[in-house]
Structure formats: structure tokens, C-alpha cells
């Protein structure tokens, strides 16, 4: 055979072309998590055109088809992990701030406990004067400046510590037990909402009850602030 003689033309594979404009688009899955379909749909493609070269014989492309295929395994797992950080991030901020708020419970400190209760636009200023908030005001006098259907302060207090199973999480932690963690029960977030829900058990009391987190996050200035949801009780087995 001729040394010069020339190697029949082979075209390159579209899916192989396709997959490489594909993995290079991927790569703006990491920021983007929406865009996490990009690299899975680029790597599909690469096995795809591998395939088919190897198959036809007559197709050129399969250095391109691998290379596609390793930046697209290469965007997923560092999409991935990125996903696992920062979901260990949303619990972790969840697990500071309910034990906040349980050492504000531990203590007493209702009004504060209460106040982190509620939506951020909902509570009290930072300086607030949280003694007249929750004043306590004589029937007959509530019935006069209370529109009707509104819930007084100090009443809305009162209806959350006073129902199950807060009311004897409250009074065993006033008492000195201690709450400890016994497990995350997951993590549901988006770029602007999380919800946490965490199981716990007091030390001495051996009751377990799980405390929802929620964190909202805002649009313009991107600030975080974390609400208590709920307090339920774990039934028994």
C-alpha cells in the first residue's frame, strides 16, 4: 500500500457535535442548579454517539463524543456536590437557630421565643419594647380597641405555649432538661425558601418532638432570616 495514500474521508458525527456544544453549555449548570438537565442530556447524547461511530464505521467524532461525555460527568458531580454542601449548610443554620430558640424557651424568655414564631415582617423591631407588646390588657378594655377576629399579643402567646406538646417541652426545659438532637428528618429548598424539620429528645424526659425551620430569603438584598413553624410531637412506636 501506498504510504501516501490518503485515508478515506470520514464525517464527523452530529451527535458527537451536538454533545460537545452541549457539555460546554452544562457548565453553566453550576451556578444555575435549573440547568442541571443540560450535562445529564450532553452525557446521553456522547454515549449515544460512541455508539453509532463505533457501530457505522464510517463516522470520525469519538474523541469528541469522550470529551463531551467527561465535561458533562464533570459538571453533574460538581453540581452534586455542591448540592450536598449546601444542603449540610441549610441544617446546620436550622439546628443554630432552633436551639436559639429553645435556650430563649429554657429561659423564659417567651416574648422573644414567641416573636421568632412569626414571619420577619410580622415581628417586633429589633429595640422593641417586647414588655408593652405583650401587654396585658383587661377584658373590658381589649373588647373596645381589639378589632373583631384579631388575635391580642399577649392571647396569641399564650395559645402557642399553652397547647401540646409545647407546653411540656416548655415546662422540661424551664425545669433544666436538656434538648438533644437525634436526627434531621430533611431538607426542602430552593434559591429563596427552605424548610428544615428536626427531631429531638429532652434528656431527662426522654419525650421526642420535632421543631419545622423555615428560611426565607430576600430577593433584593439577599438576606436570610429563619422563622420556628412548628413544635409536634413524635409518636410513640
Given at each position: 500500500?501506498?504510504e501516501?495514500?490518503t485515508?478515506?474521508?470520514?464525517?464527523?458525527?452530529?451527535?458527537?457535535?451536538?454533545?460537545?456544544?452541549?457539555?460546554?453549555?452544562?457548565?453553566?449548570?453550576?451556578p444555575?442548579?435549573?440547568?442541571?438537565?443540560?450535562?445529564?442530556?450532553?452525557?446521553?447524547?456522547?454515549?449515544?454517539?460512541?455508539?453509532?461511530?463505533?457501530?457505522?464505521?464510517?463516522?470520525?467524532?469519538?474523541?469528541?463524543?469522550?470529551?463531551?461525555?467527561?465535561?458533562?460527568?464533570?459538571?453533574?458531580?460538581?453540581?452534586?456536590?455542591?448540592?450536598?454542601?449546601?444542603?449540610?449548610?441549610?441544617?446546620?443554620?436550622?439546628?443554630?437557630?432552633?436551639?436559639?430558640?429553645?435556650?430563649?424557651?429554657?429561659?423564659?424568655?417567651?416574648?422573644?421565643?414567641?416573636?421568632?414564631?412569626?414571619p420577619?415582617?410580622?415581628?417586633?423591631?429589633?429595640?422593641?419594647?417586647?414588655?408593652?407588646h405583650?401587654?396585658?390588657?383587661?377584658e373590658?378594655?381589649?373588647?373596645?380597641?381589639?378589632?373583631?377576629g384579631?388575635?391580642?399579643?399577649l392571647n396569641?402567646?399564650?395559645?402557642?405555649?399553652?397547647?401540646?406538646?409545647?407546653?411540656?417541652v416548655?415546662?422540661?426545659?424551664?425545669?433544666?432538661?436538656?434538648?438533644?438532637?437525634?436526627?434531621?428528618?430533611?431538607?426542602?429548598y430552593?434559591?429563596?425558601?427552605?424548610?428544615?424539620?428536626?427531631?429531638?429528645?429532652?434528656?431527662?424526659?426522654?419525650?421526642?418532638?420535632?421543631v419545622?425551620?423555615?428560611?426565607?430569603?430576600?430577593?433584593?438584598n439577599?438576606?436570610?432570616?429563619?422563622?420556628v413553624?412548628?413544635?409536634?410531637?413524635v409518636?410513640?412506636?
Amino acid at each position: 500500500m501506498d504510504e501516501n495514500q490518503t485515508q478515506p474521508y470520514r464525517p464527523i458525527s452530529k451527535l458527537a457535535l451536538g454533545a460537545l456544544g452541549i457539555a460546554l453549555l452544562g457548565l453553566l449548570a453550576l451556578p444555575v442548579d435549573a440547568l442541571i438537565a443540560v450535562p445529564v442530556t450532553a452525557a446521553v447524547l456522547a454515549i449515544l454517539a460512541l455508539y453509532r461511530i463505533r457501530k457505522s464505521g464510517d463516522l470520525a467524532g469519538a474523541g469528541l463524543a469522550c470529551v463531551a461525555l467527561a465535561l458533562s460527568v464533570f459538571t453533574t458531580a460538581n453540581w452534586l456536590g455542591q448540592v450536598a454542601m449546601h444542603r449540610a449548610l441549610i441544617q446546620q443554620r436550622a439546628q443554630e437557630n432552633a436551639e436559639q430558640w429553645l435556650e430563649l424557651v429554657a429561659g423564659d424568655r417567651l416574648f422573644e421565643a414567641h416573636q421568632l414564631m412569626k414571619p420577619e415582617n410580622d415581628r417586633q423591631a429589633e429595640n422593641a419594647n417586647l414588655q408593652y407588646h405583650y401587654r396585658v390588657i383587661p377584658e373590658e378594655a381589649l373588647a373596645s380597641i381589639a378589632p373583631i377576629g384579631e388575635v391580642y399579643p399577649l392571647n396569641d402567646l399564650k395559645l402557642t405555649f399553652e397547647g401540646p406538646p409545647l407546653k411540656q417541652v416548655a415546662a422540661a426545659l424551664q425545669g433544666g432538661d436538656k434538648p438533644v438532637l437525634v436526627k434531621s428528618l430533611g431538607v426542602v429548598y430552593s434559591q429563596h425558601h427552605a424548610v428544615v424539620d428536626l427531631q429531638y429528645r429532652l434528656e431527662q424526659d426522654g419525650r421526642e418532638f420535632t421543631v419545622s425551620m423555615r428560611r426565607e430569603r430576600d430577593r433584593v438584598n439577599r438576606e436570610t432570616s429563619w422563622q420556628v413553624l412548628t413544635v409536634a410531637e413524635v409518636p410513640e412506636d
